[in-house]
Every structure is written in structure tokens, then in C-alpha cells.
Nanobody, 124 residues
Framework: VQLQASGGGLVQAGGSLKLSCAAS????????LGWFRQAPGKEREFVAA????????YYGDSVKGRFTISRDSAKNTLYLQMNNLKPEDTAVYYC??????????????????WGQGTLVTVSS
């Protein structure tokens, strides 16, 4: 399994960015796909997750109402639309995959595969 995150960059507070995560190496039915972020000096934080074959989406409290996770099965790509960005959203964002979980995990250690990360910087 390979995950390739992209789309990070520098944006002003209040702006938007859309991250992409290209997934390859197998079919992802029943996998959980998620986004995490890690700011300097902080632990990796859960951002959002969804099961690849559809269903409910899950968000961390700090991004609810501003971020939207989605996936395009035809393109094997996971997305994270980030609106109304704040300086505290500055971090390296990672996409991750978990094989067939019974419940959608929100802990980094529960995920089996990770992308390389993409840096998002929000200026005030």
C-alpha cells in the first residue's frame, strides 16, 4: 500500500486549501482512510476519517464545521477540504489507512499505512 499526500502550502488565515492523498497498491474496500496532523513539538492529532466504501465521516473537535473529508473511488484518492483556516491549523498533514477496522480509529497507532506528509502553513 502506498499513500501520497499533496496539496499543502502557505495560505492566509481565513483561506482554504484542499489536500489530496493518492492511494495505490490494492483495493481499499472496508479500509478506514484518515487524516492526521502534527505541529512542531506536538503529538500527532486526529483530523478526520471515513471508511473507503462509504458511510459516516468523523472529525476532530478542532476542525468540525471547517474541514470536509471525502474520497473518489474511481481515482483512488482521498481529499481533505479545509476552509476558514486558522494559524493553529499549521502542521504537517498525513493521510493514513487502516485495514478493515470494526470501528473507525482515531489513534495514530491503530493505522497500518502512512503517507509522507504535506506541510500546511497558515499565516495570521
Amino acid at each position: 500500500v502506498q499513500l501520497q499526500a499533496s496539496g499543502g502550502g502557505l495560505v492566509q488565515a481565513g483561506g482554504s486549501l484542499k489536500l489530496s492523498c493518492a492511494a495505490s497498491g490494492r483495493t481499499f474496500n472496508n479500509y478506514a482512510l484518515g487524516w492526521f496532523r502534527q505541529a512542531p513539538g506536538k503529538e500527532r492529532e486526529f483530523v478526520a476519517a471515513v471508511r473507503w466504501n462509504g458511510g459516516r465521516t468523523y472529525y476532530g473537535d478542532s476542525v468540525k464545521g471547517r474541514f470536509t473529508i471525502s474520497r473518489d473511488s474511481a481515482k483512488n484518492t482521498l481529499y481533505l477540504q479545509m476552509n476558514n483556516l486558522k494559524p493553529e491549523d499549521t502542521a504537517v498533514y498525513y493521510c493514513a489507512a487502516d485495514k478493515s477496522p470494526l470501528v473507525i480509529p482515531k489513534i495514530p497507532d491503530d493505522y497500518d499505512y502512512w503517507g509522507q506528509g504535506t506541510l500546511v502553513t497558515v499565516s495570521s
